[in-house]
């Protein structure tokens, strides 16, 4: 059974670029989301998919948008990057829309930093 | 609107002492999570608490929820500097428009243990 990766673990871009982060899911999980954590907080709710839609989003603009695929991996995009979206982004991938009696199971992240 | 505080936030102990994370959340909420996040890592899940009672251990780490308080604990004993750490509690939030589910996670306690 494999776990939740993500790609890249790092990057920097450079502000008012665009950027696409991605997540495979845990084996026989069908939902994920995606939390972005800024240095020295918890994690924040951006969004969750659930059977390739959108169905839950946190206080997120509209510049953050997502996709999630047949296979149940999934992308976040983020355009017109700011220096205050520089965070780990993690992934998080959980069965049927809800937290299972397990609960979710999260990536190792991808560093995004922002200049 | 959900609010997950901890404290202390930052906690420095010796080995061998006992010491105990307090995680008090402001509305009801069907579960409650904590996780251990190493510098630069992901979330590593520890405890998964369902009801009211709940007390869950691993090694040195136990876990409690008091629903009615609105109180979860994380209780280390006997610590060892491997748990140098920061600690996250987390709780499922209310769904969002769409129907999701999300954590909203505490800021965190990180915690030191110094030979």
């Known amino acids: 059974e494999t776990g939740v990766t993500q790609s890249p673990t790092h990057l920097i871009k450079t502000r008012g670029q665009q950027v696409t982060l991605r997540c495979s899911s845990q084996?026989?999980?069908?939902?994920v989301s995606w939390y972005q954590q800024a240095l020295g907080q918890g994690p924040q709710f951006i969004f969750q998919?659930?059977?390739?839609?959108?169905?839950g989003r946190g206080n997120f603009p509209p510049r953050f948008s997502g996709l999630q695929f047949p296979n149940y991996s999934s992308e976040l995009n983020v355009n017109a990057l700011e220096l205050d979206d520089s965070a780990l982004y993690l992934c998080?991938?959980?069965?049927?829309?809800?937290?299972?009696?397990?609960?979710?199971?999260f990536g190792s992240g991808t560093r995004l930093t922002v200049v | 609107e959900l609010k997950v505080e901890q404290n202390p936030l930052f906690l420095s102990m010796q080995e061998g002492k006992n010491y105990t994370i307090y995680c008090n959340y402001s509305?009801?909420?069907?579960?409650l999570y904590w996780y251990r996040q190493d510098p630069g890592k992901s979330l590593e899940s520890l405890f998964v608490?369902?009801?009211?009672?709940a007390v869950k251990q691993e090694g040195r780490l136990m876990a409690s929820l008091d629903t009615k308080a609105r109180l979860s604990t994380l209780h280390i004993t006997a610590a060892v500097h491997d748990l140098s750490a920061t600690y996250f509690c987390?709780?499922?939030?209310?769904?969002?428009?769409?129907?999701?589910?999300?954590?909203?996670f505490g800021k965190g306690t990180k915690l030191t243990v110094n030979p």
């Open positions: 608490l369902l009801s009211n009672g």
């Open positions: 509305t009801t909420s069907d579960r």
């Open positions: 987390a709780v499922d939030g209310p769904r969002t428009q769409g129907g999701s589910e999300k954590l909203v």
């Open positions: 998080a991938s959980s069965l049927g829309g809800t937290g299972t009696t397990y609960g979710y199971t």
């Open positions: 998919y659930y059977r390739e839609e959108e169905n």
């Open positions: 084996s026989g999980h069908n939902t």
